[in-house]
Structure formats: structure tokens, C-alpha cells
């Protein structure tokens, strides 16, 4: 089955203690991107990837780093977590060529 | 910079009612438009999309959408609500036609009652 999977699907954390969400996808996708979705805001974007090695910054990426290892793989990682970060998070992958986007279930963070 | 803004962050119908929820967009260039629907503790799902091709759009489910440049608007409507609609609705849009980044709107959360 084509999927996007994400883990843990929720996490609770304490203010500076390093983590890592963990996006996995099946298809082959060249594309991996990380939203967080807050109230009132809907979703962001942190971070994408358009290949293998090749990162770069969305719209809110203080705080988070990411890599691409892998073409399957594209870890979300917070290395000092702060209450700010507690949100809805989702990976998402895409075709090069198409346009559109799927997405995991979700991670849902909870920063003490 | 792009932009969408969806008005009305909650739309209460009665089954069976029109659905109508609201989008309009910002951009400099000619956009790419997206409506995903999120059910309850699930991920988004592609509803629809407008690609510059025809402007009244068809997705999953019932749902359309009309492209409208003169009113910079991009909204979505199904005929006949079902109770199975009830969800949060977020409008996207993308510039560069490949989807790299995905603006999204702040989401509009449909109820839907007997």
C-alpha cells in the first residue's frame, strides 16, 4: 500500500531534551516536505527536500533541522525543544512532476 | 508572496443543504489552487485541483470548485451535504506549479446537523 508514515504518532517531551520524528514514504517520491499545524493558522510549512541531499527552509523553520539521506527517509529533528514547538505535525511526499501531495497521519507533539 | 484566505473559520449546514466554503487567493502569478479535506485524528487528503486548465474543477466525493480570476477566488461547494462531510477544509496554493510549497489557508471546519 502507498503510504506515508510517520513516528510516534504522539510524543510528549520536555523543554530541551534533543528528539526525532521519523517520515517514511513508499513511493519512491522525490519530493519530502514538514508542515505543523496550529489553531487558527492551519498547516505550515518547515522544511522541504527535492531530492536526495538537497534541503531547504519553508516558512517557519527556526528550531528544527532536517536531513535526506535516503530517498524514503526525511527525519524531523528538534535538538532543544521549547513549548513553543507543541503542535500537529505532518510529513508529506510528492512526485517530481506532479503536483500533488500526500500526507502522513501525523505527529502530535506536546513540549513541557 | 502568495496567499489564500479562507472566510469563516466554522460553517454549520443541515444535511442535505448546500455546502459552500469560501477561498481567495493572493498571487503574483498565475496559481496552482488546492482544497484538502482533514477527517478527524487523520492526515490531509486531495479533494481537488485547479492546474490552469478548465476553471470549474471536479474532485472526490461530490465536491467542486470554480476558479475565478476576476474575483481571485477559488471556492469549493457540493450540492447536497452528508453528515460524512463534517471535517476541517484547508485551501492551498502554489506559484510555482510544482507543489514545492504548499500555502495553506487557516482552515474552515464544516458541521454538519440532521
Known amino acids: 500500500e502507498a503510504q506515508v508514515t510517520q513516528n510516534p504518532r504522539y510524543l510528549i517531551t520536555v523543554t530541551g531534551k534533543k528528539l526525532t520524528v521519523t517520515c517514511s514514504q513508499n513511493m519512491n517520491h522525490e519530493y519530502m516536505s514538514w508542515y505543523r499545524q496550529d489553531p487558527g493558522l492551519g498547516l505550515r510549512q518547515i522544511y522541504y527536500s527535492m531530492n536526495v541531499e538537497v534541503t531547504d527552509k519553508g516558512d517557519v523553520p527556526e528550531g528544527y533541522k532536517v536531513s535526506r539521506k535516503e530517498k524514503r527517509n526525511f527525519p524531523l529533528i528538534l535538538e532543544s525543544p521549547s513549548p513553543n514547538q507543541t503542535s500537529l505535525y505532518f510529513c508529506?511526499?510528492?512526485?517530481?512532476?506532479?503536483?500533488?501531495?500526500?500526507f502522513g497521519p501525523g505527529t502530535r507533539l506536546t513540549v513541557l | 508572496a502568495q496567499s489564500v484566505t479562507q472566510l469563516g473559520s466554522h460553517v454549520s449546514v443541515s444535511e442535505g443543504a448546500l455546502v459552500l466554503l469560501r477561498c481567495n487567493y493572493s498571487s503574483s502569478v498565475p496559481p496552482y489552487l488546492f482544497w484538502y479535506v482533514q477527517y478527524p485524528n487523520q492526515g490531509l487528503q486531495l479533494l481537488l485541483k485547479y492546474t490552469s486548465a478548465a476553471t470549474l474543477v471536479k474532485g472526490i466525493n461530490g465536491f467542486e470548485a470554480e476558479f475565478k480570476k476576476s474575483e481571485t477566488s477559488f471556492h469549493l461547494t457540493k450540492p447536497s451535504a452528508h453528515m460524512s462531510d463534517a471535517a476541517e477544509y484547508f485551501c492551498a496554493v502554489s506559484d510555482t506549479g510544482t507543489a514545492s510549497k504548499l500555502t495553506f489557508g487557516t482552515g474552515t471546519r464544516l458541521q454538519v446537523t440532521l
Open positions: 508529506a511526499s510528492r512526485r517530481a512532476g506532479t503536483d500533488t501531495q500526500y
